[in-house]
Each structure stands twice: as C-alpha cells, then as structure tokens.
C-alpha cells in the first residue's frame, strides 16, 4: 500500500464523525485521543497539516543527507515521495547513514514541536494534523514491512545497527504527546 493510500486511511480515522448512543458512555479511541476531539474541527486545515508532514518528513532526509555530504533527490516510487541517496552514501559513516534514515523522523518531531510551543500555532486545526498525522505514520512504520528496494527507515535503520522500531515508536509517542497537548 502507497504512502497517500496509508495517509487517506489514517485521515478518514480522525476526521470520520463517529457518534456514540446518547444513552452510553461509550467513546471512540485512537492512541489515546477521543475521536469526538476532532469533530469540531475543519478537515482542510487538518489535511493540508497531514500533507506538510508528509513533505517534512521528506525534507528532513534532504537536509540531513546534504550535511553529511550526500547527494540526494526526491523521487517517486510505491506511489508516493522517497528521497534518495544518489553520491556519498556509500562514503558516509556510520552515524551519518543512521541521521541520515532517522532525518524525517527527526524533522518531524522537531517541527511539531515547533508548532506546539507557539501559542497562536498550538491549538490549530493545521498543527492538530500535523501531529496526528506525525503520530500514526511514525508508529505505523515500524509495523509495515516495505517491498521497495530501499526499504523503510526503520529495516534501513536496522541495517546499520540502529534500533529503527525504537526509533520510529519514540518519534510517534513525542508526536503523541505533543498532540495531546493540542487538543487541550
């Protein structure tokens, strides 16, 4: 399944009204979060959030791949954006290869919490979709097993001796608290 395929599902979970018998207690959760929380939002924001994640996450391997001294582009494959390491991977330490593959977990993290500690930003519907977003596609990579010829982060992690599922379930559980954060 294609990253925009795994990002519309995971959207249609947060944005899908859910209404509970008036007569139960009965609530709806996702990572923790009452799904009533996002009914009152406007989805746009919140999709036009998700999307700049996914375009965050991508820049975060540009960058960091570019300190290192690698030369890297963006290319589609599986159906979605895929940075890739044309020159220098092979040169590049070990640590560089690890930032590297961890750089979209990094930047992500790091710009939702950007977002989280700016008042006027923190409780935006925008930011509220950029972090759940950041939330579920940072946990469901170390659950997917990716048939691409680069992999995913996390097995790419793995190769070079990094703990990439701990890495990926670290970034969702900061994304996660940041979100919490937003929803109060």
Same mark, same amino acid.
């Given at each position: 399944m294609n990253k925009l395929k *795994?990002? @519309?599902i995971i959207l249609l979970l947060f944005i899908i009204p859910?209404?509970?018998?008036a007569e139960s207690d009965w609530n709806f959760y996702i990572f923790g979060i009452n799904i009533n929380e996002f009914q009152n939002r406007d989805p746009?924001?919140? *999709?036009? @959030?998700?999307?700049?994640?996914?375009?965050?996450h991508e820049a975060g391997h540009i960058i960091i791949g570019?300190?290192?001294?690698?030369d890297t582009s963006l290319r589609w494959q599986d159906g979605g954006p895929i940075v890739w390491a044309d020159d220098g991977f092979y040169e590049a330490s070990r640590m560089q290869k690890g930032f590297y593959h961890a750089g979209g977990f990094i930047a992500q993290t790091l710009i939702g919490g950007v977002l989280t500690a700016i008042p006027r930003t923190r409780h935006s519907d925008f930011t509220v979709g950029f972090n759940a977003a950041a939330t579920v596609e940072s946990f469901g990579y170390a659950f997917r097993d990716s048939s691409a010829e680069s992999g995913n982060d996390c097995k790419?992690?793995?190769?070079q001796g990094y703990n990439g599922d701990a890495i990926a379930i670290g970034s969702s559980a900061i994304t996660g608290s940041f979100l919490h954060y937003n929803l109060d």
């Open positions: *795994i990002m @519309g859910i209404t509970s018998n746009l924001p919140m *999709i036009i @959030g998700a999307i700049s994640m996914i375009c965050v570019r300190m290192g001294g690698m790419n992690l793995d190769k």
